[in-house]
């Protein structure tokens, strides 16, 4: 085991031992659509900043050794840096490759005919300062009826990059060229391909467990109470995605609103976590929107089961 794992897996038996239990929210402030992902043992989250889409124009990003302890990195990326971006910033994915940290992110709410849909940035940390990659949006077009935004770029067991992405009631699942600047070619020859399972709205998201494709969105309307998530198996990055069932939504005596989220696995443990955005009881506004986390549980089928959204986050 490497020692910077050693070093996790030691904190985490310790604040367990200790008691040691974070809050839903886990950070203070309006963020939602919050992409969780671990870097070198460190557990960073990159939501947005939840406001009306004119002051939705910077993103800032948290990041936790122990997943009860978060330190703030303010405005990471904004549109000083993003100039075709002028509002409506939301839903970030990052991944990490060769030494360079890449940040997709949707700008513009764009409808047919406007500039905007999916971006990139890229730094040398994950922190960032982030600078937009290409000056344009890497995917502008609505295609199968699938606006462009809540991109998850997915890297295969065999290092091939896709992103999943769509509003509007449709998903499509692209391919990334090697330094992410364009869409290169499926194995049959096209670009874009059309996955969208049952009930499907928007907010995908992917991740892989004992060969099997985990696929995931979100359903019902994001600004009120019957916002939930659902999940599907396959044994191909295409799917088929039939729908298994809701896991994630509102629990009246809790929050409201449950969903677009992110799935996350601490290294050295069999642990999985569901970060989430709700709205809390009483809210009525549609950005007033919390990130929270909480525990993820399979079957003995590896069947996901139904998540149980609490006040008190996680144990570590």
Not at 220 to 230: L, R, S
Not at 231 to 236: G, N, Q, R, T, V
Request: proline fraction near 6%; hydrophobic fraction near 35%.
């Amino acid at each position: 085991m490497k020692i910077k794992q050693a070093i996790f897996v030691i904190i985490a038996a310790t604040l367990t031992s200790c008691g040691e239990q974070g809050g839903n929210p886990v950070f203070e402030g309006w963020y939602a659509d919050p992409e969780a992902i671990i870097y070198d043992n460190t557990c960073w989250i990159y939501p947005t900043y939840s406001d009306v889409y004119e002051q939705q124009v910077f993103f800032d990003c948290f990041s936790s050794d122990d997943l009860v302890h978060w330190k703030k990195h303010p405005r990471i990326l904004d549109t000083t840096e993003v100039r075709w971006a002028k509002r409506a910033m939301w839903a970030p994915s990052v991944i990490r490759k060769d030494g360079k940290y890449y940040y997709f992110f949707s700008a513009n709410d764009v409808h047919e005919g406007e500039i905007g849909g999916i971006g990139v940035a890229v730094s040398d940390r994950p922190e960032g300062p982030y600078k937009d990659l290409l000056g344009k949006p890497l995917i502008n077009d609505i295609v199968n009826g699938a606006q462009p935004i809540d991109q998850f770029v997915f890297c295969d067991n065999d290092t091939t990059y896709y992103l999943y992405y769509g509003g509007w009631r449709h998903c499509n699942i692209v391919r990334l060229n090697d330094d992410f600047t364009a869409l290169v070619p499926h194995s049959d020859g096209t670009i874009y391909k059309e996955i969208t399972p049952e009930n499907y709205v928007e907010g995908p998201f992917m991740f892989k467990k004992n060969d099997k494709y985990y696929f995931m969105w979100s359903e019902g309307g994001w600004t009120g109470p019957d916002y939930a998530v659902a999940y599907a198996i396959a044994d191909s990055p295409f799917g088929p995605f039939h729908r298994e069932k809701v896991i994630l939504q509102q629990d009246t005596t809790v929050a409201t609103g449950a969903g677009h989220h992110s799935i996350v696995q601490p290294p050295g443990t069999n642990d999985y976590y569901i970060v989430y955005h709700c709205r809390p009881l009483g809210e009525t506004h549609a950005n007033h929107r919390v990130t929270c986390i909480d525990r993820l549980f399979f079957d003995e089928n590896g069947r996901i089961k139904p998540v149980k959204i609490t006040f008190k986050s996680v144990a570590r």
